[in-house]
Every structure is written in C-alpha cells, then in structure tokens.
C-alpha cells in the first residue's frame, strides 16, 4: 500500500509534455500514443474499406459479401 501512497507526481512531467509547442498533435504527444494509435486506425481503416466494398457490391446488384 505504501506504493500508491508514496509515488512520485508526474503532473508536472506530463503538463511540461502537454503543453509543449512543438507541433505534434495533442494525442500524439505521449510515448504510448503509438502503440494505442496503430491497431485502431488500422480497424477503423478496414471497417471503412468493407463498408465501401460491401456499397459497391450492393449497388452493382450482389448481396453478398463473396
């Protein structure tokens, strides 16, 4: 327990980081950012690739997905 009572402040650390003006976006900033970043622009990429083929597949008249 005396670790979550004695733990360093970091507020100042990351409002330096924050508040920088360094030109990076602001959900960009932090070191883990990339690791949050990647696999959700890459699902969000495909959801929006297979919306776009399954419109396209529907317009040409197919109802299915193969």
């Known amino acids: 327990m005396?670790?979550?009572i004695y733990k360093?402040?970091?507020v100042p650390q990351y409002?330096?980081?924050y508040q920088r003006d360094d030109g990076v976006r602001l959900w960009n900033?932090?070191?883990r950012?990339?690791?949050l970043l990647l696999p959700?622009?890459?699902i969000l990429g495909v959801g929006v690739a297979g919306s776009i083929?399954?419109?396209v597949r529907m317009a040409?008249?197919?109802k299915t997905f193969y």
């Open 60 to 62: 040409a008249g197919k």
């Open 40 to 42: 959700y622009f890459a």
């Open 53 to 55: 083929y399954g419109m």
């Open 8 to 10: 360093e402040n970091k």
């Open 29 to 31: 900033k932090h070191p």
């Open 33 to 35: 950012s990339r690791v």
């Open 2 to 4: 005396a670790g979550f």
């Open 15 to 17: 409002q330096r980081l």
